[in-house]
């Protein structure tokens, strides 16, 4: 069973930093291409971060030089830390693992940046 657990998620002020964690289980995650989705309220999911298997990165404009995916293949874990917050930046953040078959989705976890 395919299971993406995120954390790392909360409340945070304009301006600050989060880090976000996806734990993968039942995959062999050194072979997926992996991603960070959002999805803010009212608004349609949109990507915000990938990488591939071999850690090449591609961002979506609104979070380029403020956001940072990597991944470590041993610990199977994905991560996206975020800095210099906006409130913009509010939504529930998705991992995804991207096989060639179908792409898996984690539950999802809220970042809310409000002061």
């Known amino acids: 069973q395919v299971q993406l657990v995120e954390s790392g998620g909360g409340l945070v002020q304009p301006g600050g930093s989060l880090r976000l964690s996806c734990a993968a289980s039942g995959i062999t995650f050194s072979l997926y291409a992996m991603g960070w989705y959002r999805q803010a309220p009212g608004n349609q999911r949109e990507m915000v971060a990938t990488?591939?298997?071999?850690?090449?990165?591609n961002y979506a404009d609104s979070v380029k030089d403020r956001f940072t995916i990597s991944r470590d293949n041993y610990k199977k874990v994905l991560y996206l830390h975020l800095n210099y917050l906006k409130p913009e930046d509010t939504a529930v953040y998705y991992c995804?693992?991207?096989?060639?078959?179908?792409?898996?989705w984690g539950q999802g976890i809220q970042v809310t940046v409000s002061s």
């Open positions: 995804t693992a991207n096989g060639v078959r179908r792409t898996y």
């Open positions: 990488i591939t298997r071999d850690g090449s990165s």
